[in-house]
């Protein structure tokens, strides 16, 4: 693998992405949704390079009772399920061990939606632009639900944005949205992690710093908006 291929670290991930995605540089209609937690300093880079906001969309994986480095799928809130029945199928898992699953991965959604957002209300997707981001893009699992999230939310469009992605799952991806940004496709991709020369684990902590961040600065962002506004009004 040629090192210059691999990004130094997310953030400059997502400001190489940024460039890619420069059509919604300042777009109202558009916003940010980051997949917690590696692709937060992704989608912050992206949000503060094009002046968009920025928010989380939480999504699991629902690893093989026994494997759980495996995805039989994914979820996200408001009941979204994405299950790979090929591997269930294979593996011979039953509804129960399933359900039990989705039970433990709600429960995770429900605590990273209070602790990253407390009780700041989830952004109104309805006839928006949602810039869906992660780090990667491996199976491809928890992107499928994301993007069902992002649907059942009435966004207009979707749009989903990864540094490097595993050619397939980008191929299935793209015949779902509408519009697939990869920078880097390797046949031979592997793991996310192999694309990134700095690629430690993203904590929570790192999430609500950069998220009460990217919110302070959409604050005065508006307040400066407003105030221009009024200034021209009188």
Not at 39 to 66: E, H, Q, S, W
Not at 152 to 157: D, E, P, S, T, V
Not at 216 to 233: F, K, V
């Amino acid at each position: 693998m040629a090192t210059d291929r691999r990004f130094k670290n997310r953030m400059h991930a997502g400001k190489l992405l940024a460039v890619a995605l420069a059509p919604y540089a300042g777009r109202a209609d558009a916003l940010v949704l980051a997949l917690p937690r590696g692709g937060v300093p992704v989608g912050f880079a992206i949000a503060r390079a094009l002046g968009l906001a920025l928010d989380v969309l939480p999504v699991r994986k629902l690893g093989l009772p026994g494997h759980e480095e495996f995805a039989m799928g994914a979820i996200a809130g408001g009941g979204i399920r994405v299950l790979n029945m090929a591997a269930i199928r294979a593996h011979r898992i039953g509804r129960e061990p399933i359900d039990a699953a989705c039970a433990r991965e709600e429960h995770e959604i429900a605590r990273r939606e209070r602790q990253y957002r407390g009780a700041r209300p989830e952004p109104g997707l309805a006839g928006r632009t949602a810039i869906l981001v992660d780090d990667g893009l491996a199976t491809g699992s928890t992107m499928c639900a994301a993007v069902r999230a992002g649907r059942a939310r009435g966004a207009a469009r979707v749009v989903v944005a990864v540094p490097a992605g595993a050619p397939d799952s980008c191929a299935t991806l793209a015949a779902q949205v509408d519009e697939l940004v990869c920078l880097i496709r390797p046949a031979d991709f592997g793991a996310v992690s192999r694309w990134y020369r700095e690629f430690g684990q993203t904590s929570d902590e790192e999430v609500q710093d950069l998220l009460a961040i990217a919110w302070r600065d959409q604050a005065l962002a508006q307040r400066s908006s407003t105030n221009a506004s009024e200034r021209r009004q009188s």
